[in-house]
């Protein structure tokens, strides 16, 4: 009685809660048919020969890494404030924070990936010599370049999803999920005879971009969120991705040239996107944002 400690009938909201459950169950499953990528994938690799699992495995993860380090904490963030946003139905608000979160991801996710390709060759061949040659770091290289359209793809869909998810939408996360896990299971199987190890990655890039779109399309239509300067900032990251893939990709084996054109990049990135660079360091560093 002193700490004012009383019992509540749980079930007194039971309406709501069993939807809420309904919701989340749905959101799960979805989840948990999704990450079935990652046993098929592992099955796939293990037809090649041995030692291709372990190439593909410290590639993937180095990338999944860097990609999860920037992404979680800006869309953990963005999750609690699109989950304020929504019930009040504050469409510009979720409008500016998605495309800010987005801008800004996509910012750091490039910078990180252009250093990470300078250092990528010499970080592998002092960690792992004498158990890799150039020869597995080469493939490696290439591993991941093949991965990056992929995790481009992933960050354009989060915003998306994340809103789907916040709409309580469970059962069109469940129908996008089976969709992309059928489409990848189908792409992989007819193009590893033909692109063999750099099948898995663009079997993901291709399911995953299903999914992104699928999303997109959904939160658009009934928010209509996407607007000029959105297309228009995908446009152009979508451009400097594409540059970052073919310049490291041609120029894999001129390490001096490769470094200075990845340089010039990267000042032509800034130079061109110099306004939104100093916008995302505000956002990033905005009080109470994230510390």
């Not at 608000?93 to 998605?98: A, E, Q």
Request: charged share 20%.
């Amino acid at each position: 009685k002193k700490f004012k400690i009383f019992f509540a009938n749980p079930l007194k909201r039971k309406k709501e809660i069993f939807h809420l459950l309904k919701q989340n169950i749905l959101i799960r499953f979805g989840g948990i048919i999704w990450s079935l990528s990652l046993p098929i994938m592992t099955n796939a690799l293990s037809y090649f020969p041995s030692g291709y699992i372990t190439l593909f495995s410290y590639t993937y993860r180095f990338i999944s890494v860097l990609h999860d380090i920037i992404k979680i904490p800006l869309f953990q963030v963005f999750y609690l404030k699109i989950s304020e946003y929504l019930p009040k139905n504050e469409i510009e608000k979720i409008k500016d924070t998605s495309e800010e979160t987005m801008r800004t991801t996509f910012f750091l996710f490039f910078i990180s990936l252009l250093f990470s390709l300078i250092i990528f060759k010499k970080f592998f061949l002092i960690l792992f010599s004498p158990k890799l040659t150039t020869q597995h770091i080469s493939i490696m290289y290439f591993i991941l370049l093949s991965l990056i359209p992929y995790y481009a793809i992933f960050i354009f869909e989060s915003p998306f999803a994340n809103i789907t998810i916040c709409m309580k939408k469970g059962l069109k996360v469940l129908q996008i999920s089976i969709v992309y896990i059928i489409l990848y299971f189908l792409f992989l199987t007819s193009t590893i005879n033909y692109l063999k190890i750099y099948s898995v990655p663009f079997s993901l890039f291709f399911a995953q971009t299903y999914n992104a779109f699928s999303y997109f399309f959904y939160v658009n239509k009934k928010m209509k969120i996407m607007d000029k300067i959105m297309m228009k900032n995908l446009f152009e990251f979508s451009l400097f991705f594409l540059f970052l893939i073919i310049l490291n990709f041609l120029l894999e084996n001129k390490d001096s040239f490769r470094i200075f054109l990845n340089l010039f990049l990267f000042l032509t990135f800034y130079l061109k996107r110099k306004n939104e660079i100093y916008d995302s360091i505000r956002f990033l560093m905005r009080k109470g944002e994230i510390k």
